[in-house]
């Protein structure tokens, strides 16, 4: 009877050991040293207590994504207005549980964040990718949601095709030729200010347009604009085509031309009438109906 009593005694004691407490998602970042400048983020943006009592889901970037996002450090995130910061931070997030198993496999599906625009989610047998930014891991899990990490900030976009080029003071010969192209074909500025469909554009610099024979604004503008329709166009494809989707291969130009794609070292592209590829300059800067590539040369038809 005594070895029983010992023996039920110390059942009972294990059972009243107090269970781990429940951490939240705020918990969670906070607990993450990689996530320091996103836990300061969401506590300088009023988002603490929303993310503490309501399901979400959130594509965190890392401290090395906010600071390849030009954010040294949380202070850096705080030169932003607060209502800025907000924004930024719920189109990174979701507001019901997303495991990367539900994740939808295919390219480029539009998911709507807590900001009300959409990210863009590819997932393949290998990787998943959120526009620009590849998913490092998954399902780091908290008592009401999901943590996807991730490796870039996610920009959301205010501004369409032409409009970012219209705002980059190195891109001026490339809206000069769209603005003559227009003339002769209405299809290049349509492409480049739709609402309804979402295009990739190549933007060679001024720079790069100067290389290919045009040494000036009002050369562009003396040029036959179905030339320079063709030209453009060349530099259009009818795709969201983010970095991390993009592999080596063809694809076709809204002008029916082939573009030669290459990410062995970087980003390349190469027209058919090119000796010599492209590099990508600057990449995935998000439209509101595309995305831009900055690159350093025409793709010539």
Same mark, same amino acid.
């Given at each position: ?169 190195? #891109? &001026?010969?490339?809206?000069? @030729?769209? $603005?003559?192209? /227009?003339?002769? =074909?209405? %299809?290049?500025?349509? *492409? #480049? &200010?739709?609402?309804?469909? @979402?295009? $990739?554009?190549? /933007?060679?610099? =001024?720079? %790069?347009?100067?290389? *290919? ?15 320079? %329709? ?72």
């Amino acid at each position: 009877m005594a070895l029983l009593m010992v023996g039920f005694m110390g059942a009972c004691t294990d059972n009243t050991t107090p269970p781990p407490p429940r951490q939240t998602l705020v918990d969670v970042v906070a607990a993450n040293s990689n996530f320091s400048i996103l836990r300061d983020a969401i506590e300088y943006a009023g988002l603490s207590s929303d993310l503490r009592l309501n399901t979400v889901t959130i594509f965190a970037p890392t401290n090395a994504a906010f600071q390849a996002a030009g954010f040294a450090d949380p202070a850096a995130v705080k030169t932003l207005a607060t209502g800025t910061v907000r924004s930024l931070l719920l189109y990174h997030m979701l507001g019901f549980n997303v495991p990367a198993s539900a994740l939808v496999v295919g390219k480029n599906t539009a998911v709507p964040t807590l900001q009300g625009g959409d990210i863009y989610v590819t997932k393949t047998a290998s990787a998943v990718s959120v526009n620009n930014a590849r998913v490092t891991a998954t399902d780091m899990r908290a008592e009401n949601g999901l943590i996807h990490t991730i490796d870039r900030v996610l920009m959301p976009p205010t501004l369409n095709l032409l409009e970012i080029a219209q705002g980059d003071p190195s #891109l &001026t010969y490339l809206v000069a @030729a769209a $603005t003559r192209a /227009a003339t002769g =074909n209405p %299809a290049v500025v349509s *492409a #480049l &200010t739709s609402t309804s469909n @979402a295009f $990739t554009v190549f /933007a060679p610099t =001024n720079e %790069a347009f100067i290389a *290919a024979g045009f040494p000036s604004i009002a050369s562009i503008q003396a040029a036959p604009a179905a030339t320079l %329709a063709a030209v453009i166009l060349n530099h259009v494809v009818a795709d969201r085509a983010f970095s991390p989707t993009l592999a080596n291969g063809n694809v076709t130009t809204a002008g029916s031309g082939q573009l030669a794609v290459d990410v062995s070292n970087g980003v390349t592209v190469k027209g058919n009438g090119n000796t010599m590829a492209s590099k990508v300059l600057k990449a995935d800067i998000l439209a509101t109906n595309g995305v831009v590539h900055v690159i350093d040369r025409v793709l010539l038809p």
